[in-house]
């Protein structure tokens, strides 16, 4: 008859349990959902202003470009009319073209974490999609500087997030 004599310590399955835990803690979880709302937000931010064209005008006009570029914000899904007009003094004095994710508002909807990316220049959707010209004879195409954005994203998304995931879960299983 074989016979054996083990010895268990279980303070690392208690360690372990610990920090199962951990990570199971909807609070932190969500507190990690928002960040990579908010990475994937200044990403697709970055891009989009890089990507908007900056109108040409002569200098004896007077004007000066750059106002789609700067009209680029964030806001949140709560009262839209307020976050546009807070948007539309934001480009008026200063801009904003250095939004920080800490200053990003983030919106949990059902499951989803939300953040908008707005532009409240008047003729951002007509730089976005295109347009007819003034005399109604032909047709100025659009920059989609938003949708190429979005679509680039979409495409990194998955990678980005799961190096985040990676450092969470280290973080979370020091």
């Known amino acids: ?27 932190k979880n969500d507190e990690f959902l928002k960040s990579c709302a908010k990475e994937l937000a200044a990403r697709l931010l970055r891009k989009v202003i890089k990507r908007t064209p900056v109108g040409q005008y002569p200098a004896d006009t007077g004007k000066v470009g750059g106002t789609l570029r700067r009209g680029w914000t964030t ?13 539309m003094y934001s480009n008026m004095f200063g801009g904003s073209q250095h939004v920080r994710k800490a200053d990003m508002t983030v919106s949990k909807v059902g499951n989803d974490f939300v953040i908008e990316i707005i532009n409240p220049v008047e003729y951002a959707s007509y730089v976005e999609y295109g347009h007819r010209t003034r005399d ?3 047709w100025v195409k659009g920059r989609f500087m938003l949708t190429i954005s979005e679509n680039e994203i979409r495409h990194s998304a998955p990678a980005i997030l799961e190096r985040k995931l990676e450092q969470y879960l280290k973080e979370c299983f020091k």
């Open 75 to 87: 806001g949140s899904t709560g009262d839209s009319s307020h976050d546009t007009r807070q948007a």
């Open 136 to 138: 109604h004879k032909g």
């Open 1 to 27: 008859m074989a016979r054996s004599n083990i010895q268990m310590d279980g303070r690392e399955l208690k360690k372990l349990r610990d920090q199962l835990e951990a990570v199971a803690n909807p609070q």
